[in-house]
């Protein structure tokens, strides 16, 4: 049980500066995108036990929150073909998915599949993440931008 919520959430603060030092990177190398994964998936854990510790409002993990969906063109998905992204998800077509931010913690911290976006000439960066419960079924997307929202 969490009785001091501070350091748990000084700990979502730093991870939150980790990934904004990621955007700003001139060079991003294997360790930067490690430490990047981690800042995300210790958020997504932090917030989850923060909630369980009633330590954050009740509402907030009911909030609405909107990815983008992929639909699994592959029913096969398993940790072999896992990063082979682009035969398993129609990436050509997306559909807009509405659920609350209590499903994307639950899909980043039982996450399957999990890779970055970046588009540099437009500086946007993102995520691409499912579960082992819905690797299946689709693959989502959500952006920096949304994760900073959550995170803060």
Do not use: G
């Given at each position: 049980?969490?009785s001091?919520?501070?350091?748990?959430?000084d700990?979502?603060?730093k991870?939150y500066?980790?990934?904004?030092r990621?955007i700003?990177?001139k060079?991003?190398?294997?360790r930067?995108f490690i430490k990047?994964?981690?800042?995300?998936?210790m958020s997504a854990y932090i917030?989850r036990?923060?909630?369980?510790?009633?330590k954050?409002p009740p509402e907030?993990?009911?909030?609405?929150?909107?990815?983008?969906?992929?639909?699994?063109?592959n029913?096969q998905?398993d940790?072999y073909?896992?990063h082979h992204?682009?035969?398993n998800?129609?990436?050509?077509?997306?559909?807009k998915?509405n659920?609350?931010?209590?499903?994307?913690?639950?899909?980043?911290i039982h996450?399957f599949?999990?890779?970055?976006i970046?588009d540099?000439?437009?500086?946007?960066f993102?995520?691409?993440f499912n579960s082992?419960?819905?690797?299946?079924d689709?693959?989502f997307e959500i952006?920096?931008?949304?994760?900073?929202e959550?995170?803060?």
């Amino acid at each position: 049980m969490i009785s001091e919520s501070s350091y748990w959430k000084d700990e979502l603060y730093k991870n939150y500066q980790t990934l904004a030092r990621f955007i700003y990177l001139k060079r991003r190398d294997e360790r930067s995108f490690i430490k990047a994964e981690k800042a995300i998936m210790m958020s997504a854990y932090i917030i989850r036990k923060l909630n369980e510790a009633a330590k954050i409002p009740p509402e907030f993990l009911k909030n609405s929150i909107c990815l983008t969906e992929y639909t699994a063109i592959n029913t096969q998905i398993d940790k072999y073909n896992s990063h082979h992204i682009d035969r398993n998800y129609n990436l050509s077509e997306s559909k807009k998915h509405n659920d609350k931010i209590e499903f994307f913690i639950d899909q980043i911290i039982h996450s399957f599949v999990f890779f970055f976006i970046i588009d540099e000439n437009n500086n946007d960066f993102a995520i691409l993440f499912n579960s082992d419960r819905t690797k299946i079924d689709s693959l989502f997307e959500i952006s920096f931008e949304k994760i900073f929202e959550i995170i803060l």
